[in-house]
Antibody, heavy 112, light 112 residues
Framework: EIQLQESGPGLVKPSQSLSLTCSVTGYTITSGYDWSWIRKFPGNKMEWMGYISYSGSTNYNPSLKSRISITRDTSKNQFFLQLNSVTTEDTATYYC?????WGQGVMVTVSS | DVVMTQTPPSLSVAIGQSVSISCKSSQSLVYSDGKTYLHWLLQSPGQSPKLLIYQVSNLGSGVPDRFSGTGSQKDFTLKISRVEAEDLGVYYCVQATHFPWTFGGGTKLELK
């Protein structure tokens, strides 16, 4: 069974960087598919942040401009999100997903 | 960005009732390969989103056939026949044809 699990700090200070890890089991991330980070803001709004493909190419939401980076460690079957210069507007629940499989989500609060 | 307009924002239903949710996009969602990357997700309370329908009308794994998706180009509908208690939550349409991928605003399905 394919499982994704996010991990990382639940509290980040404004202007700092948010770093999350998605650990994937049951499927090798280099075998196929695009591996995304998606966030849900308080309320219902969902935003696709970007993905890293099975080949290692990336695609980001332009709304995040140069703040975002998605990388991977194929030896650990993990992929990562780094979001720089966070503000309170980045407070959200962050999911890693393959669309047909989702992690449980991690709530990140940006606050001093 | 492609704007996904989802209606209604909320629905109050009785068990056994049938309901439809509309999703309209600001651009055609037909990709250059001829496929339409319009999907439907359900986020049940306290759960991660789950893929219900992919590419307009294909049922996700384990999804009961009470769910059906129709539509083309810019106009799509999710229908739930004979709503059950487990169907309650927030439904999202999402397009993955154009970058950035974008979500509808969500439809909250509640019990009457």
């Amino acid at each position: 069974e394919i499982q994704l699990q996010e991990s990382g700090p639940g509290l980040v200070k404004p202007s700092q960087s948010l770093s999350l890890t998605c650990s994937v089991t049951g499927y090798t991330i280099t075998s196929g598919y695009d591996w995304s980070w998606i966030r849900k803001f308080p309320g219902n709004k969902m935003e696709w942040m970007g993905y890293i493909s099975y080949s290692g190419s990336t695609n980001y939401n332009p709304s995040l401009k140069s703040r975002i980076s998605i990388t991977r460690d194929t030896s650990k079957n993990q992929f990562f999100l780094q979001l720089n210069s966070v503000t309170t507007e980045d407070t959200a629940t962050y999911y890693c997903a393959r669309f047909d499989y989702w992690g449980q989500g991690v709530m990140v609060t940006v606050s001093s | 960005d492609v704007v996904m307009t989802q209606t209604p924002p909320s629905l109050s239903v009785a068990i056994g009732q049938s309901v439809s949710i509309s999703c309209k996009s600001s651009q055609s969602l037909v990709y250059s390969d001829g496929k339409t990357y319009l999907h439907w997700l359900l986020q049940s309370p306290g759960q991660s989103p789950k893929l219900l329908i992919y590419q307009v009308s294909n049922l996700g794994s384990g999804v009961p056939d009470r769910f059906s998706g129709t539509g083309s180009q810019k106009d799509f509908t999710l229908k739930i026949s004979r709503v059950e208690a487990e169907d309650l939550g927030v439904y999202y349409c999402v397009q993955a044809t154009h970058f950035p991928w974008t979500f509808g605003g969500g439809t909250k399905l509640e019990l009457k």
